[in-house]
C-alpha cells in the first residue's frame, strides 16, 4: 500500500503530498489540471522509463510504502535495510539525461524497483494487453473465483520446473564438455605420454647440473692428456741444464703432473647421451608448462582435472538419463492432476462467462457477449490449459480476445475481473475508468471501486461525481496558473462543493441529493 507521495519541481508541481490511505482514494480536478501527471510519478518511482523530453527541469520524487513479510524478504535478500517501510526515491536531471533512484536510501537500478514492486501496484493508466489478456492471469482468475482446489499439482508442478532447470543446466554443461571432449583427450594423452612423476624436475635439473660439471672435467682431462706428454718433455729438458737454485721447482713441477696424470682416468663414461636425455626430457616438461601455462606441480595436478572431466561425461550423461525418466513419471502424474482439474473449470466455463458479461452490462456494456473457453498449454503452474476470455461489446460482432477492446472496454473489465478477487496487487491505480459512461452506471463503478478497497488499496482518477462519492479520501488537483498546479485533500462540506462542481451545480446539497439518490438506486 503507498502512504504518501511526494512531488517537487515535476513538471507542474513546484511541490505536493498525497497523504494516501487504505481503501478508497480518488482524485479529481478539471481536464489538464495535472492529475495523471501524478499518475506518471507513481509509474516513474515503480521503475518505469522517463520521457527526457517532456522533464524540463531537475525533480524530486519519493513513494513511501507500506511493508509486508514479502517485501522484507525481497529486501534483506537485495541487503536493503527494513525497518517497517519502503521508502522509494527518484531524481530526475533533464541536463545529464540521467536518474537515481534509491530504496531506503540504498542505490538500486530500475529493473531492481520493478522486479520489488511486480503484483504489488497496478498501475492502470499502463494498460497492457499482457496484464489483463495474459491468458496465465485469466486462468487464476476462474480458479480463484470458482474456487478449485489444485491439489498438489503446484507442489508436483515447482518440482518438475526445478528437474527440467537442473536438466538444462546439465545438458547445456554436459554439451560444453562433448564439444571438448576430444581435445580433452588428446590434451590427457600428451601429459600422460609424459608419466610425470612427484618431484622429477628438481630430480632432473640437479642431475643436469652434477653432468654439466662431470663433462667440463671430462673435457678438462682430454685436452689435459694431450699436452701432458709434450710438456713434460720440455720441463725435463729445462731440468737438465737447469741452474742449481731451480732444480728443485722444477723436479717438484714434474711430481705434480705425474700424480695429476695418475688421477686423470685414461677413459670417460659417455655422459653426453645423459645429458642429452635430460635436457630433452626437461624441454618437453617445459612445452606442457608453456602450453597449458602452469608449474609442474599444475601439471601433476592437469592429470587429475583431465580424468574428473572426463569421468564427469559419463556421469552427467547417467544423470539426465535419470531426470528425464523422472521427468517422464512427474509429466504422467502431473497430467492426471491436471485433467481433473481441467474438467472441473469445463463445468464452470458458462457461469464464469454469465458472470463477467453480467457486470459488465451492468458497468454500462449494453450489448456485451461473453465467451470463457479452455485452450491446451504446455505444462504451467495452474495445469497444461489456458483460459481465453472473449468479449464483445458491439452487436452482431462475436466475441474477442481482450487485445480488441478500447482502454476504457479494457479498464472496466480488468476491474470486473479484479473484483472476483483474484488481484495480487496491493495497490491498483486507475485512470479514467469510468470515462463516458452515465452517472448510474459511474455509480456502479463507484460501488464496485468500494467494495474492492477493503481488499486492495484503490486509487482512481475520476471526472465522475456518482464515482467519487464512494471514496474514503478525496484529492483535488488545481491549476494554479499555466505552469504550476497543486493537490489537496477535500473533506466535509469542501468535499460536496467539489462533487457539485463535478456535477456542474453550484448547491452542494442539491449534489449530496442527487448522489444520494443514484447511491440508493445502485444499491
Known amino acids: 500500500m503507498i502512504r504518501r507521495l511526494t512531488v517537487r519541481d515535476y513538471l507542474l508541481f513546484g511541490a505536493a503530498t498525497l497523504e494516501l490511505g487504505r481503501g478508497f482514494n480518488v482524485l479529481s480536478g478539471e481536464t489538464g489540471a495535472g492529475k495523471s501527471l501524478l499518475i506518471d510519478a507513481i ?4 521503475g518505469g522509463r522517463v520521457d527526457w523530453d517532456s522533464v524540463p527541469r531537475r525533480a524530486y520524487l519519493e513513494m513511501v510504502l507500506e511493508g509486508d513479510r514479502d517485501m522484507e524478504a525481497s529486501l534483506r535478500d537485495l541487503g536493503i535495510p527494513y525497518d517497517g517501510e519502503v521508502v522509494v526515491r527518484r531524481t530526475l536531471n533533464p541536463a545529464t539525461r540521467r536518474s537515481r533512484i534509491l530504496i531506503n536510501d540504498m542505490q538500486v537500478s530500475a529493473s531492481t ?3 520489488l514492486l511486480e503484483g504489488k501496484i497496478f498501475v492502470g493508466s499502463q494498460f497492457s494487453h499482457m496484464a489483463v489478456d495474459d491468458p496465465h492471469f485469466q486462468t487464476e482468475v476462474l480458479d480463484r473465483f470458482t474456487g478449485i482446489d489444485l491439489g498438489r499439482y503446484p507442489s508436483l508442478y515447482a518440482e518438475y520446473v526445478a528437474k527440467k532447470e537442473r536438466m538444462r543446466r546439465l545438458e547445456s554443461r554436459l554439451n560444453e564438455l562433448r564439444e571438448r571432449e576430444d581435445y580433452l583427450r588428446f590434451q590427457l594423452e600428451e601429459v600422460r605420454r609424459l608419466g610425470l612423476r612427484e618431484g622429477e624436475e628438481e630430480d632432473l635439473l640437479r642431475r643436469r647440473e652434477e653432468l654439466e660439471e662431470s663433462i ?6 682430454g685436452r689435459f692428456r694431450e699436452v701432458y706428454p709434450s710438456v713434460r718433455e720440455a720441463i725435463a729438458s729445462l731440468l737438465r741444464d737447469a741452474p742449481e737454485r731451480f732444480r728443485g721447482r722444477l723436479r717438484d713441477i714434474l711430481d705434480t703432473l705425474t700424480d695429476i696424470a695418475l688421477e686423470v682416468p685414461e677413459e670417460w663414461e659417455d655422459l653426453q647421451e645423459e645429458f642429452d636425455r635430460i635436457n630433452a626430457r626437461l624441454y618437453e616438461i617445459g612445452r606442457l608448462k608453456s602450453k597449458f601455462r602452469t608449474d609442474f606441480a599444475g601439471l601433476l595436478k592437469l592429470e587429475t582435472s583431465l580424468e574428473e572431466e572426463l569421468k564427469a561425461i559419463g556421469e552427467m550423461e547417467e544423470e539426465v538419463e535419470r531426470l528425464r525418466s523422472e521427468l517422464i513419471l512427474l509429466e504422467e502424474e502431473m497430467g492426471r ?3 481433473s482439474i481441467d474438467a472441473e473449470r469445463r463445468r464452470y466455463l458458462k457461469d464464469f462467462a ?5 457486470n459488465l452490462k451492468a458497468l454500462g456494456f449494453e450489448y456485451v457477449k461473453t465467451s470463457v473457453r479452455l485452450e491446451p498449454s504446455d505444462f504451467h503452474v495452474r495445469g497444461k490449459s489456458l483460459v481465453r476470455i472473449l468479449i464483445s461489446t458491439i452487436p452482431d460482432v462475436p466475441p474477442q480476445e481482450l487485445a480488441h ?8 473489465t480488468a476491474l470486473v475481473l479484479f473484483s472476483t478477487g483474484a488481484s495480487h496487487f496491493r495497490t491498483l491505480i486507475l485512470d479514467e475508468i469510468d470515462v463516458g459512461v452515465s452517472p448510474s452506471v459511474a455509480s456502479r463503478i463507484g460501488s464496485l471501486l468500494k467494495a474492492l478497497s477493503s481488499d486492495v488499496q484503490i486509487i482512481a482518477i475520476t471526472h465522475q461525481a456518482s464515482t467519487a462519492s464512494y471514496a474514503d479520501r478525496h484529492f483535488v488537483v488545481e491549476r494554479l496558473s499555466p505552469a504550476e498546479a497543486t493537490v489537496r485533500e477535500v473533506r466535509g462540506e469542501e468535499r460536496w462543493r ?21 447511491k440508493n438506486r445502485t444499491l
Request: aromatic fraction near 4%; glycine fraction near 8%.
Open 43 to 46: 509509474n516513474l518511482l515503480a
Open 216 to 221: 667440463r672435467a671430462q673435457e678438462w682431462s
Open 113 to 115: 524497483v520493478r522486479r
Open 354 to 358: 454469465a458472470y463477467i458479461g453480467e
Open 405 to 412: 477492446l478500447s482502454g476504457g472496454e479494457l479498464a472496466r
Open 498 to 518: 467539489e462533487l457539485a462542481r463535478m456535477m456542474g451545480v453550484s448547491d452542494p446539497d442539491l449534489a449530496r441529493a442527487t448522489l444520494e439518490t443514484t
Open 337 to 339: 492432476l491436471a485433467d
